[in-house]
């Protein structure tokens, strides 16, 4: 198990590292300064959608500054988890206390396998973007770094990556 998991975590640096090679080699003109993880709420498009796009970090992730149940969290999206991943800190801040039998989600992570408390966010909003009853999953602190974005609220958005900018839609 030890083995798989060092493996996993070796592919997913080495993707990383290629996808930056190749995005460089794709787009020779684009800066190679660190980007701010920022976001320009209010992109229009000829659908009349509400957008949000984000710009990556100098490690290559997407952050964004959400409102979750009308509270402010950063997050990073991830579209490999399945779900909102929230730290238990964090939730504590919006509200959201699981009481300790609540934990009883099985989640595999890079870590190791852990538990986690299923929950429902009333409304989840990325810029102009809003999503309502979301599901999420509540994760102690120490087996997991940072909250994730992820595919509960992406799924019911599109999305694409160009050039180095994740568009989120609605």
Known sequence: MRQMIVFAVLVMVAGAYVARFADRNAHPTASTSVLAAQSSSGTTNPNN???????????????????????????????GASAIALRASDAAQLGIHPAAGDYTVNVSTANGTTRA??????????????????????????????????????????????????????
Do not use: C, Y
């Not at 959400?66 to 990073?76: E, M, S, T």
């Not at 120490?142 to 568009?167: C, E, P, Q, Y």
């Open 49 to 79: 959608s509400r957008g949000v796009t984000l710009s990556r970090d100098s490690a290559g992730h997407f952050w964004t500054d959400a409102r979750i149940d009308g509270r402010r969290l950063q997050l990073v999206v991830d579209t």
């Open 117 to 170: 408390a299923l929950v429902r966010l009333e409304m989840v909003e990325v810029g102009d973007i809003v999503v309502r009853d979301v599901p999420a999953l509540i994760q102690a602190d120490d087996a997991l770094g940072v909250n994730l974005l992820g595919m509960t609220f992406l799924s019911r958005v599109r999305w694409t990556h160009d050039r180095g900018k994740l568009i989120l839609e609605q």
